[in-house]
């Protein structure tokens, strides 16, 4: 099987009637980089920059950000590569900028945080651009989006310090920029969103956590958190939908991808990218290449008419074993 899997590298993610379906990974330290290569992926779709912020003793500076951003970078020119702004609080957090909260996951994380601490954003921002320099294969990626107005702030930012760096004689361009979608709320004006950005991105660990009411890491309510509840399907099929009436690509980068049966309905739903974890990338390959996408919309039909999550999860698990 592994010699099987490492011949797959080669081989596009394109289903048995000729859908063709672009599979990318999540990262965050550059070591994860060369594996992703490896497993055949064509971009990054989600690179959780606070990774590199979380093993270090205090605020990386511009220059030390742009050198560890450049290698990511550089590692996958020309293909597309898209940082996450520093996604902290909830489960994230920093040693050296502790939050105290009682409801960390209702609190300040994700773009609240930077949008109060513009220097912070700033900063970060402009090593981004500046890592970008002759190269052009970023994408900016907004975490924890609850409202246009965020957007509207954090691109006025981008803006001014594009203006910044370029008053400063560094040759930088307009990078694609993108939201998250991981709040409720968010899911509701997903079309608004896509008005305002390039591309529209599902955080599903997240966006189940927070549409289910169940903490992504409390063991005690571990059963309850289920990605195929069909509250969580409807969502994700309702995003694509209204996404798509902008024209804006829709893609994942949560734990779902990451699933066979996760990815199948995706495809079907519309998803233009899965991005997920290097690990499961051949093997959510190989699920694609075993399918027809009219396999994939006759599974999404049979599960949308289903009530009930546990046995929603029972005809997924059949079904990929029937694919084999
Ligand atoms: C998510 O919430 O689905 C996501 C991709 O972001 P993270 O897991 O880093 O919160
Ligand atoms: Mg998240």
Redesign the pocket.
Same mark, same amino acid.
């Given at each position: 099987v592994a010699a099987e899997l490492a011949t797959l590298k080669e081989l596009p993610a394109i289903t048995q009637d000729g859908v063709r379906m672009p599979l990318w990974v +999540?990262t965050g330290l550059i070591a994860d980089v060369a594996r992703s290569l490896e497993k055949g992926a064509e971009g990054i779709g989600?690179y959780?920059t606070e990774i590199p912020f979380m093993v270090r003793d205090f605020f990386p500076s511009e220059h030390e950000q742009t050198q560890i951003y450049r290698k990511q970078l550089e590692a996958f020119a020309p293909l597309p590569v898209t940082m996450r702004t520093l !996604?902290i609080g909830g !489960?994230?957090a920093l040693p050296y900028f502790p939050i105290q909260e009682e409801n960390p996951f209702l609190g300040w994380r994700g773009i609240r945080v930077t949008l109060d601490h513009p220097e912070i954003f700033l900063v970060q921002i402009r090593a981004m651009l500046r890592a970008n320099e002759g190269l052009g294969n970023l994408r900016i990626m907004l975490?924890m989006v609850t409202s246009v107005h965020e957007v509207d702030e954090a691109k006025r930012l981008l803006d001014r310090a594009l203006a910044e760096l370029q008053d400063e004689g560094y040759v930088v361009e307009r990078p694609l920029v993108g939201v998250?979608i /991981?709040v409720p709320a968010a899911v509701y004006q997903a079309r608004l969103f896509a008005q305002r950005v390039d591309f529209i991105s599902v &955080?599903? +660990? !997240?966006?189940t956590q927070y549409l289910l009411a169940v903490d992504r890491n409390n063991p005690r309510v571990a059963g309850l958190y289920m990605a195929y509840h069909p509250a969580v399907l409807k969502a994700l099929e309702y995003i694509s939908r209204e996404a798509h009436k902008e024209g804006v690509q829709v893609s994942i980068? &949560? /734990?779902m991808a990451a699933e066979p049966g996760g990815a199948l309905l995706l495809m079907a739903m519309g998803y233009d990218v899965l991005s997920m974890n290097a690990t499961n990338l051949p093997g959510i390959k190989s699920a694609i290449r075993g399918v027809t996408m009219a396999q994939a919309e006759a599974l999404l039909a049979q599960v949308s008419r289903m009530d009930d999550a546990d046995k929603i999860q029972a005809l997924m698990s059949d079904t990929i074993q029937t694919l084999g």
């Amino acid at each position: 099987v592994a010699a099987e899997l490492a011949t797959l590298k080669e081989l596009p993610a394109i289903t048995q009637d000729g859908v063709r379906m672009p599979l990318w990974v +999540n990262t965050g330290l550059i070591a994860d980089v060369a594996r992703s290569l490896e497993k055949g992926a064509e971009g990054i779709g989600l690179y959780r920059t606070e990774i590199p912020f979380m093993v270090r003793d205090f605020f990386p500076s511009e220059h030390e950000q742009t050198q560890i951003y450049r290698k990511q970078l550089e590692a996958f020119a020309p293909l597309p590569v898209t940082m996450r702004t520093l !996604d902290i609080g909830g !489960d994230k957090a920093l040693p050296y900028f502790p939050i105290q909260e009682e409801n960390p996951f209702l609190g300040w994380r994700g773009i609240r945080v930077t949008l109060d601490h513009p220097e912070i954003f700033l900063v970060q921002i402009r090593a981004m651009l500046r890592a970008n320099e002759g190269l052009g294969n970023l994408r900016i990626m907004l975490p924890m989006v609850t409202s246009v107005h965020e957007v509207d702030e954090a691109k006025r930012l981008l803006d001014r310090a594009l203006a910044e760096l370029q008053d400063e004689g560094y040759v930088v361009e307009r990078p694609l920029v993108g939201v998250m979608i /991981e709040v409720p709320a968010a899911v509701y004006q997903a079309r608004l969103f896509a008005q305002r950005v390039d591309f529209i991105s599902v &955080g599903s +660990n !997240d966006l189940t956590q927070y549409l289910l009411a169940v903490d992504r890491n409390n063991p005690r309510v571990a059963g309850l958190y289920m990605a195929y509840h069909p509250a969580v399907l409807k969502a994700l099929e309702y995003i694509s939908r209204e996404a798509h009436k902008e024209g804006v690509q829709v893609s994942i980068c &949560g /734990e779902m991808a990451a699933e066979p049966g996760g990815a199948l309905l995706l495809m079907a739903m519309g998803y233009d990218v899965l991005s997920m974890n290097a690990t499961n990338l051949p093997g959510i390959k190989s699920a694609i290449r075993g399918v027809t996408m009219a396999q994939a919309e006759a599974l999404l039909a049979q599960v949308s008419r289903m009530d009930d999550a546990d046995k929603i999860q029972a005809l997924m698990s059949d079904t990929i074993q029937t694919l084999g």
